[in-house]
């Protein structure tokens, strides 16, 4: 019996996945031809084959759709690996948070149910219709402060030190990066090979000394 309700939970979750996808697949689709106020939820749901309950069901509003869920559940065994604790100097970060960082993206990257064309789809309808930058902005400022919370644990330091904020926001600027060049149309290369072409180029950037005395501006002999 056990079992029997652990596949039927599962195809329910498929289901439930197969659903969601289809309508933010139509919500992208008539956004990026038609814009937000282009089309009705009723619209969607044709499209869909869904009925407006339904639409509510999983989502609120348009924008909703349109911005999907990307919130797939972080693999445990690469959560695992992350947390262990390194050797580190007290009160720094450690010297293996770069390359644990990297191989967590890696690990939740592989294991992500998020397609190409997917992204390729959210673009498209982002492109056509603006205002929901802001709404993947603040997204993004969530999921930034979540991965500060993740590093702060590991290293055994406060979420707003200075070295566990700027470690966060950086490599949430390299990844992000790296992702805008992977879902390209022109991309041809390994999402891998992008990422590490990226963290070296900030690597050598913050390797250069900071002179920290004051510069004086030369006056304009003019």
């Known amino acids: 019996m056990e079992n029997s309700a652990n596949v039927d939970g599962g195809l329910r979750e498929r289901k439930r996945a197969q659903t ?11 956004t990026a031809q038609r814009g937000l106020n282009g089309f009705t939820v009723e619209e969607a ?7 407006r309950r339904t639409f509510f069901n ?5 924008e909703d759709a349109v911005i999907g869920s990307f919130s797939d559940e972080l693999p445990e065994d690469a959560l695992d690996t992350f947390k262990r604790n390194p050797a580190r100097a007290t009160g720094t970060i450690s010297d293996s948070l770069l390359v644990a960082m990297r191989h967590f993206t890696l690990a939740v990257l592989e294991r992500s149910t998020v397609s190409p064309s ?4 959210l673009i498209a309808a982002v492109t056509a219709e603006p205002q929901l930058l802001g709404r993947l902005t603040r997204e993004g400022e969530v999921r930034e402060r979540q991965f500060a919370e993740l590093i702060a644990a590991r290293e055994g330091l406060a979420a707003d030190h200075p070295e566990v904020i700027m470690a966060a926001a950086v490599f949430g600027a390299v990844t992000k990066k790296t992702s805008q060049q992977f879902f390209s149309e022109e991309n041809t290369r390994a999402y891998r090979e992008l990422l590490d072409q990226n963290l070296n180029a900030a690597r050598t950037l913050f390797a250069q000394a900071l002179d920290t005395n004051p510069v004086e501006l030369q006056k304009d002999p003019s």
């Open 20 to 30: 969601r996808a289809a309508i933010t697949a139509v919500a992208r689709s008539l």
């Open 45 to 51: 749901c044709d499209q869909a084959g869904i009925s």
């Open 58 to 62: 999983y989502f609120h509003t348009k």
């Open 118 to 121: 997917e992204i390729r789809q």
